[in-house]
Every structure is written in C-alpha cells, then in structure tokens.
C-alpha cells in the first residue's frame, strides 16, 4: 500500500544534507523531467520567477531557493514539507517502516518516496514556466506510467492541481466533507495528514480496510463507491 501525499507550498528552508544529487532520488525514468525543471527554474530572472509562480516581491526568499537548487542543503522529502497536512501527519515521529508507505506527488520531481533528499524549492503544479508552459503536458507521458506501476492499493490525496500533472485510475480517492456532504476547505488538509498518518501505521488492501482503520484512529469514514472515500468533519 503506498499514500500518495500532496506537496506544500511551505517547507523546512534548512538542511543537513548532501546538495541534490538527481541519482539519489527514487523512480530514476523521471529524472530528465527533473533536469530540465531544475535548469529552468534555477535560471529564472526575479522577475520572470515572481510571474511564473505568483510571487510578491516580499516573497523573494522563495526566488532564492530556486537560484540555489544544485547548491543547497537536502532533508529528506518527509521532512522538507510543513504545513497543516505535515503537522497533522507528524512524519518525524513515524518508524521507518511507516515511513516507507508515504510518498509525495512534487511537481518538480514527479513523484518522492519519503527519504528522498531534496533542497527547498518553489514550484506549484499549476504554475507555467518560460520554455515550458503548463506541468501537466510535461509529466502526464512519464509520470503516469511510474505512477501505475506502484504495487498494491494506492491511496491517493493529492489536491486537483498535483493530481492532474497524472491521473490515476484506480486508486483510492478521499474527500473530506461536512455532515450535509459540502466539501470542506479548512479542514481539509488536517484530516488527511491525520489518515495518512493513521493508513502509514497501519497499510491496507482494500476499501474496506481503510474505512476501518480510518474508523479506529477517530475518523467518520465511509465508502462511497469503489474506489471513493468520504470523511465527515465534525
């Protein structure tokens, strides 16, 4: 069973690592994607970056990051993103073997098994970069492939915009909703770190497993379909 996790837009600036090495990283078909983004974005003007990726000037320190990609310090990819889902999800605290099961769609890097080492960066999945243009076009023909050649049950939280840099059929779709079915937006996030936490400690093989392991640590799941899951926020 593997967890495919969302990125954040926020991340741990620091690092303790070795700079990025494309070689170290998981799924290896995926690195010439990761070598022209990495090119592109390091190479970005401060006023070609705060276009591309929807930048304030007041947010320059994220244009920096960029500028120093093949340079900068790594954290493994579990700890480099913060936020609401990765405080939720509290992947410090996970044994390895937990750890192993949670991997993060990036649209950098395609797709992250947690121990990955990677520098902060800045890229959303729906920015468009000079030479480049939309992400999805670029990743769909080898991010998909990769993506379905993952064994067992893949559960899948990634929001629309990651999502749509490859689809994938079949695996497991979580929504998380009000007690009247509205989608909800605040919680969201917080929600699924606490499943995706509770599904690492726990890996599953059905539907039905999730609902009853999402069940046991607290959540009010239930099986809408096949491959859909909702959770009600209280």
């Known amino acids: ?17 070795e700079p990025l090495a494309l070689s170290a990283l998981s799924f290896p078909e995926l690195n010439p994607v990761r070598q022209r983004l990495v090119t592109v974005l390091s190479g970005l003007s401060p006023e070609e970056g705060r276009a591309a990726l929807g930048l304030s000037e007041k947010q320059e320190q994220e244009l920096k990051h960029n500028l120093v990609l093949r340079e900068a310090a790594t954290l493994p990819a579990l700890d480099r993103y913060t936020g609401v889902l990765f405080d939720a999800l509290d ?9 192993a099961r949670l991997m993060v769609g990036s649209a950098l890097f395609g797709l ?27 990743w769909k023909p ?9 064994d067992g049950l893949v559960v899948d ?17 979580v929504r998380v909703v009000t007690a009247e079915g509205k989608v909800v937006s ?29 069940r046991a640590s607290g959540l009010e799941a239930t099986a809408t ?3 859909t899951v909702e959770i009600v926020h209280a």
């Open 1 to 17: 069973m593997i967890v495919l996790l969302p990125p954040s837009e926020t991340k741990n600036p620091t690092g303790t690592g």
């Open 91 to 99: 992947a410090p605290t996970l044994p390895a073997e937990a750890r």
């Open 112 to 138: 992250l098994g947690a121990e990955d080492p990677v520098p902060a960066y800045r890229l959303s999945g729906g920015s468009r970069l000079p030479g480049v243009g939309g992400l999805p076009a670029l």
């Open 142 to 150: 080898v991010l998909g492939p990769v993506l379905r050649g993952l």
């Open 157 to 173: 939280l990634r929001s629309g915009a990651y999502g749509a840099l490859a689809p994938l059929p079949g695996a497991v779709a």
């Open 186 to 214: 605040h919680f969201n996030k917080a929600t699924k770190g606490l499943l995706a936490r509770a599904l690492a400690q726990a890996p599953v093989g059905t539907v039905d497993e999730l609902v009853d392991v999402a």
């Open 225 to 227: 379909g096949r491959w």
